[in-house]
Each structure stands twice: as C-alpha cells, then as structure tokens.
C-alpha cells in the first residue's frame, strides 16, 4: 500500500488538549454521502495530508469510500476507493458537498 491512515484516537491520546476531533457517536454514525476529512500518510516517508472522502459504503465497522482531495503524494488520485474507520476521521461534514478548490488541495 503506498500510504497509510493515521489513527486520530491514537493522536489526540498522545496529545490531549491541542486539538478537536469529532465525537465517536457522530464517527460511528456516517452514511452515504457524507464528507470525513482522514490523514493519509505516505508509506515512503514525508508529510501526512489531510483530504476529503465521500462515504459510500459501510460494512460492520469499517467504511468504504471515495477519494475527493487531490493527493500531493504519487500513486493515489481523486476517484480512487478508499477504506477507513471511525478511529480514522478527523472531520466530518454530513451530507457531501462539492469541496472548494482550496479544500481540494
């Protein structure tokens, strides 16, 4: 895999207090069509990114979903299929929207 998703519980643990992430009730309870912000992190080292994912599916506790960010890593595009669970999302914004080009970035 050329990335992998950093785990904002494990995060926020370690680092109490610096910043928000959204409450695991609203984590749990995704469906089709929301937006969840999830940091990827390059396998081969460098910066982790933010980007946007369109949930589209969900199976037990683990969701399937729809890249919507323009990655700044190589091997990873918009479009591409994406799996992740609540641990994962670091925002949410209910019901998808169409991200601005900044957001995209």
Same mark, same amino acid.
């Given at each position: 895999?050329?990335?992998?998703?950093?785990?904002?519980?494990?995060?926020?643990?370690?680092?109490?207090?610096?910043?928000?992430?959204?409450?695991?009730?609203?984590?749990?309870?995704?469906?089709?069509? #929301?937006?969840? &912000?999830? %940091?990827?992190?390059? !396998?081969? @080292?460098?910066?982790?990114?933010?980007?946007?994912?369109? +949930?589209?599916?969900?199976?037990? #506790?683990?969701? &399937?979903? %729809?890249?919507?960010? !323009?990655? @700044?890593?190589?091997?990873?595009?918009?479009?591409?299929? +994406?799996?992740?669970?609540?641990?994962?999302?670091?925002?949410?914004?209910?019901?998808?929207?169409?991200?601005?080009?900044?957001?995209?970035?």
């Amino acid at each position: 895999m050329i990335y992998s998703l950093v785990s904002v519980e494990d995060r926020y643990k370690e680092n109490p207090g610096t910043f928000q992430i959204p409450k695991l009730s609203d984590r749990t309870a995704l469906k089709r069509r #929301d937006a969840v &912000k999830l %940091i990827f992190q390059p !396998s081969g @080292g460098g910066a982790a990114e933010r980007m946007w994912v369109e +949930v589209m599916d969900r199976q037990e #506790d683990v969701y &399937k979903g %729809i890249l919507r960010s !323009s990655p @700044g890593f190589h091997g990873l595009k918009i479009g591409d299929p +994406v799996e992740f669970q609540a641990e994962h999302v670091c925002d949410i914004r209910f019901e998808y929207w169409e991200p601005s080009a900044d957001e995209k970035t």
